[in-house]
């Protein structure tokens, strides 16, 4: 239940502008969940929603991929790089496993570096591979998340 609502929480912050705690509870209620403000408010941590600018100059909730934003195709190079050179990518409990293009992986390791990723550890690069070191597993999946967008759109 707790992973379904999380998934919802997401998916809410994705496609609306959540302002607050109390509307995130509230669209939560709607949807049928029963949940408080204490919920709502260690769903938050525990997703590291982070609060960004929004279009009437306040803020509004988002998932971080990367500290300082997602990969995103404004990201421009590494977005290219994953689109075009990441075959695979899977985790096992905190570790991120990427299966790249041969001689490819080092490439995207160094940018990867240079994104400072939000929660990963750190990186080991071969030729075709690349294993990223996260923090939690929930970290791992938000990063295999989002990496399989990225190359799903070029598919």
Known sequence: MKNERQEKIIKFVAEKEIKTQEMLCEELQKAGYRVTQATVSRDIKELALIKIPDAEGGSKYAV?????????ESDGLLFSIIAESVKDVDYAVNTVVVKCASGMAQAICAKLDSTDLYNAVGTLA???????????????????KEFSQIIGKCK
């Open 126 to 144: 071969g030729d075709d591979t690349i294993f990223v070191l996260m923090r939690t597993e929930k970290d791992a999946a938000r990063l295999v």
């Open 64 to 72: 971080p991929a990367l500290k300082r934003g997602s990969i995103s």
